[in-house]
């Protein structure tokens, strides 16, 4: 009986159940990292699995994030260069890669930029600022029907340019719109790739943007997204993340932006584009995508659920070895050497399979 005894305090030992979850949560955040998919913990490992919906900002996520400007339409021939010089003077100290598009076109031909004083950003809308005393905004769609400087004429230059997928940005003065500029960003040849991807992993997709609803839809059918949406305030995407989640989905948050940030943080898991993303949204985020590389994400799903699998065939095997061997040394056929195959050898066990992680292409 002692003898027994000791037999089933070997295998009564927990180490293999107790190391079955660490080994293979830290196997898979290292592969994750080899990926250059950077994640805080094993939560957000875990919850990977679980996603019903992905939504993605567009510039710099979906698009390649630099912009340039197509189009320079001033609404008065009088305004002219000095329309150019005003907007170029506010989308400097911007550092949105629409107003930035605005502001190489004006450098490339040589425009010197005008003092901005009281400079304000307007999120999911624009900027505004005095030059010469004078209150000068430059942005988008939104912006100029929230100054109440829309009119029918207005209303078809811009949805002319919108339908062309190009983002419009105006510049108003208190008494009128000066200028429309539009922009068109090409979309990565990696985001049609993984769209793909995460439709056949049963991942649905939504896009969410500031910019009007004309050029979302245009740049969601390019790439294959299955809803877009235009338009969009901080709050307004913090509204949509929350509507997927009322039904019990697990969304994901794709953004690299200060727009994005508060999505990001409600998402169940926000991914930050970690060499475009603002400092704000690399820290919000769970995951940071680190060569802003949007096929990472289904390599971050498949991640996941083969963590998973590791995992319960760890917890399985700890479980189902010490069980056998237990029901052995119960029958009286147990053995020292039995016990110790229990303890030490699933314990192995589980951190060589845990380690096939690191070893295994996403």
Same mark, same amino acid.
């Given at each position: 009986?002692?003898?027994?005894?000791?037999?089933?305090?070997?295998?009564?030992?927990?180490?293999?159940?107790?190391?079955?979850?660490?080994?293979?949560?830290?196997?898979?955040?290292?592969?994750?990292?080899?990926?250059?998919?950077?994640?805080?913990?094993?939560?957000?490992?875990?919850?990977?699995?679980?996603?019903?919906?992905?939504?993605?900002?567009?510039?710099?996520?979906?698009?390649?994030?630099?912009?340039?400007?197509?189009?320079?339409?001033?609404?008065?021939?009088?305004?002219?260069?000095?329309?150019?010089?005003?907007?170029?003077?506010?989308?400097?100290?911007?550092?949105?890669?629409?107003? !930035?598009?605005? &502001?190489?076109? @004006?450098?490339? $031909? +040589?425009?010197?930029?005008?003092?901005? %004083?009281?400079?304000?950003? #307007?999120?999911?809308?624009?900027?505004?600022?005095?030059?010469?005393?004078?209150?000068?905004?430059?942005?988008?769609?939104?912006?100029?029907?929230?100054?109440?400087?829309?009119?029918?004429?207005?209303?078809?230059?811009?949805?002319?340019?919108?339908?062309?997928?190009?983002?419009?940005?105006?510049?108003?003065?208190?008494? !009128?719109?000066? &200028?429309?500029? @539009?922009?068109? $960003? +090409?979309?990565?040849?990696?985001?049609? %790739?993984?769209?793909?991807? #995460?439709?056949?992993?049963?991942?649905?997709?939504?896009?969410?943007?500031?910019?009007?609803?004309?050029?979302?839809?245009?740049?969601?059918?390019?790439?294959?997204?299955?809803?877009?949406?235009?338009?969009?305030?901080?709050?307004?995407?913090?509204?949509?993340?929350?509507?997927?989640?009322?039904?019990?989905?697990?969304?994901?948050?794709?953004?690299?932006?200060?727009?994005?940030?508060?999505?990001?943080?409600?998402?169940?898991?926000?991914?930050?584009?970690?060499?475009?993303?603002?400092?704000?949204?690399?820290?919000?985020?769970?995951?940071?995508?680190?060569?802003?590389?949007?096929?990472?994400?289904?390599?971050?799903?498949?991640?996941?659920?083969?963590?998973?699998?590791?995992?319960?065939?760890?917890?399985?095997?700890?479980?189902?070895?010490?069980?056998?061997?237990?029901?052995?040394?119960?029958?009286?056929?147990?053995?020292?050497?039995?016990?110790?195959?229990?303890?030490?050898?699933?314990?192995?066990?589980?951190?060589?399979?845990?380690?096939?992680?690191?070893?295994?292409?996403?």
């Amino acid at each position: 009986w002692i003898y027994r005894a000791l037999v089933l305090l070997v295998i009564a030992c927990p180490c293999a159940l107790v190391i079955s979850t660490p080994v293979t949560i830290v196997s898979g955040l290292s592969a994750a990292a080899r990926l250059g998919i950077l994640i805080k913990g094993g939560v957000f490992l875990e919850l990977g699995r679980k996603l019903s919906w992905v939504a993605l900002d567009k510039t710099g996520t979906i698009t390649h994030g630099k912009p340039q400007q197509t189009d320079y339409l001033p609404i008065a021939e009088a305004d002219g260069t000095d329309a150019r010089l005003l907007a170029a003077s506010l989308a400097a100290r911007s550092d949105h890669p629409v107003s !930035r598009a605005v &502001a190489n076109a @004006a450098e490339e $031909d +040589g425009l010197a930029l005008g003092v901005v %004083e009281d400079l304000a950003a #307007l999120p999911g809308r624009g900027v505004s600022g005095r030059i010469d005393g004078v209150l000068y905004h430059l942005g988008n769609h939104r912006l100029v029907e929230e100054l109440g400087l829309c009119s029918p004429a207005l209303e078809e230059r811009l949805d002319a340019l919108e339908r062309q997928g190009k983002t419009v940005i105006a510049l108003c003065d208190p008494q !009128r719109v000066r &200028a429309l500029f @539009a922009v068109a $960003d +090409g979309v990565k040849d990696s985001s049609r %790739e993984a769209i793909r991807e #995460l439709h056949a992993l049963d991942v649905k997709t939504l896009m969410l943007t500031g910019d009007n609803p004309h050029t979302a839809a245009a740049i969601a059918a390019q790439v294959g997204i299955d809803a877009a949406r235009g338009n969009l305030l901080p709050e307004d995407k913090l509204r949509e993340v929350e509507a997927r989640q009322a039904d019990g989905s697990r969304v994901g948050m794709v953004g690299d932006g200060i727009n994005d940030a508060p999505a990001l943080a409600r998402a169940d898991i926000g991914f930050a584009m970690g060499a475009a993303g603002t400092d704000t949204a690399i820290e919000t985020a769970g995951v940071a995508l680190m060569d802003d590389d949007l096929r990472k994400l289904p390599q971050f799903v498949r991640l996941s659920r083969t963590t998973h699998a590791i995992l319960v065939q760890n917890i399985t095997l700890a479980l189902g070895i010490k069980a056998v061997f237990l029901a052995l040394t119960l029958a009286g056929e147990g053995t020292l050497w039995m016990a110790v195959f229990a303890d030490m050898g699933a314990s192995l066990l589980v951190v060589f399979n845990g380690l096939r992680l690191l070893r295994k292409r996403f």
